[in-house]
């Protein structure tokens, strides 16, 4: 049974799915072994910055071979270390909507990741304690289109609520903790996938993401992050990737 066959199973009765349609079944595979074979392309750079020394830190200097040997060294750094056979741990089921999250480009999932941010902070965000500070250094760094969909026309998420009020005197630091903190939100959604899916995807992120405290999601709160990504988020921020899911 080839790859397609085995992970694309038409009698399943979801075939009307679009990420099951024979014309998206070739790129579909290819999404599900590049996350399971080549981490190389999907590091985030703050990994390797963070753990290595100079010029060991930076994998753009590297050659096909040497990114892999590196991307290796931090699958083993999250907890992916090789079988006896020179294995490492991998997955390739991916008939779950939540764990298909993780295939998404490095670039698509950042963004996603800063959707989130800002969606968990909707709430103050929509307050008066947003100084005018905060509010230009939103504007630059997110934009005045994603600024005003988030406020507008995101639905209220209640389930997890964040505040930046401890920190509104320094925007530059409001910002970096709305995308580490959307960040470690779409990694603990992820969480359960099990660990070759959780491991892999902490490397799409930046590794401040790591660090931050976990969210506990229960089931409500699942459900409900689950409706903003796959109802709202997605479809209106990421269409280019509407099919995957």
């Not at 920190?167 to 995308?179: A, E, F, S, T």
């Not at 779409?186 to 359960?192: G, K």
Request: net charge neutral; proline share 7%.
């Amino acid at each position: 049974m080839s790859v397609d066959d085995d992970l694309i199973d038409d009698s399943s009765g979801s075939a009307h799915e679009l990420w099951r349609a024979p014309a998206n079944r070739g790129r579909f595979a290819r999404l599900i072994a590049d996350f399971n074979l080549r981490p190389d392309e999907y590091v985030d750079p703050s990994w390797p910055l963070g753990i290595w020394p100079a010029p060991w830190n930076d994998m753009a200097r590297f050659g096909d071979r040497g990114k892999r040997v590196l991307a290796r060294a931090l699958l083993d750094k999250v907890g992916l270390q090789p079988d006896a056979a020179g294995a490492v741990p991998a997955d390739y089921d991916f008939g779950g909507r939540e764990k298909r999250l993780a295939l998404l480009p490095r670039d698509a999932f950042g963004e996603l990741a800063k959707l989130c941010g800002l969606c968990l902070h909707k709430s103050w965000l929509l307050s008066s304690d947003v100084t005018r500070g905060v509010e230009k250094t939103l504007q630059l760094h997110f934009g005045a289109q994603t600024m005003a969909f988030v406020r507008k026309e995101t639905p209220p998420f209640d389930a997890v609520s964040e505040t930046l009020e401890p920190m509104r005197r320094y925007p530059k630091l409001v910002v970096q903790k709305i995308g580490a903190r959307g960040a470690r939100l779409l990694l603990d959604f992820i969480a359960p996938a099990g660990l070759p899916v959780f491991a892999r995807t902490r490397l799409k992120l930046p590794r401040i993401a790591d660090v931050q405290p976990a969210y506990r999601l229960g089931d409500d709160q699942r459900s409900e992050l689950a409706e903003l990504l796959f109802l709202c988020l997605i479809p209106e921020r990421l269409r280019a990737w509407d099919w995957l899911f």
